[in-house]
């Protein structure tokens, strides 16, 4: 569905609830359970939009120090693929110990996208590895290779052998702000409440 029919769609949904409000129906319940009909038809005409069947085109390079089949997802609904480290020799890190562990891998993201670096779960519950800077954000014009920060939050050393999982990257759509300086913000109920304020 591209931006014409989703319009088309808009108007008609629109042109449907006006014409709902002007029947005037005494039932509110059947108003209601009408007004949601309305948006369960909207939600279904737009979902193909919102959600593309396709996947994103992402290039790929090998850089000298890879080995070892291209990242994959690992199920059919999998959001992330796995990352595995590329080393000359097994990195140990000692709990509170951090090191970034290249991928040996780069990427060619399309505009409007990012890549996200993420822990992986297996090793965070087994192992106690997260990412120092979780989500790690790759942007689309970065070129250079995929290095991950990894950090021992356990209270064991770890050994990180080359060909191990470990991250994962999920490709996500990016929407840039245009900020527009005011004088005046608009007042909320919250107000200026910070870090804990509206409970612990």
């Keep these: 569905m591209d ?3 989703i319009k088309e769609t808009l108007k008609l949904f629109a042109k449907q609830a ?10 509110r319940s ?3 359970n009408q007004f949601k009909g309305l948006v369960r038809n909207l939600e279904q005409s737009v979902q193909g939009f919102l959600q593309p069947q396709r996947p994103i085109e992402v290039k790929v390079k090998k850089l000298l120090h890879f080995q070892g089949d291209l ?7 999998a959001s992330g693929f796995d990352v595995r480290a590329q080393l000359s020799e097994p ?3 000692k709990p509170g110990e951090r090191s970034l562990v290249p991928t040996g891998l780069s990427f060619e993201i399309p505009p409007g996208f990012e890549i996200q670096a993420r822990p992986r779960s297996g090793l965070a519950i087994k192992k106690g590895l997260g990412l120092v800077n979780s989500p790690g954000t790759i942007d689309a014009d ?14 064991e050393a770890v050994t990180i052998e ?3 999982r470990i991250a994962q990257l999920v490709l996500c759509p990016v929407i840039q702000a245009k900020l527009v300086l005011s ?3 608009s007042d909320t109920h919250r107000g200026s409440g910070g870090f804990g304020s509206t409970g612990v």
Excluded: F, H
């Excluded at 990242?71 to 609904?77: D, F, G, K, Q, V």
């Design 183 to 185: 004088e005046e913000l």
């Design 162 to 164: 080359s060909g191990e």
């Design 3 to 5: 931006k014409n029919q």
């Design 71 to 77: 990242p994959a997802y690992e199920t059919s609904l």
């Design 30 to 32: 059947q108003i209601e």
């Design 91 to 93: 990195i140990t890190l």
């Design 18 to 27: 006006e014409s709902l409000v002007e029947q005037k129906l005494g039932d």
């Design 142 to 155: 970065y070129r250079g290779e995929v290095k991950i920060i990894l950090i021992n939050l356990g209270q």
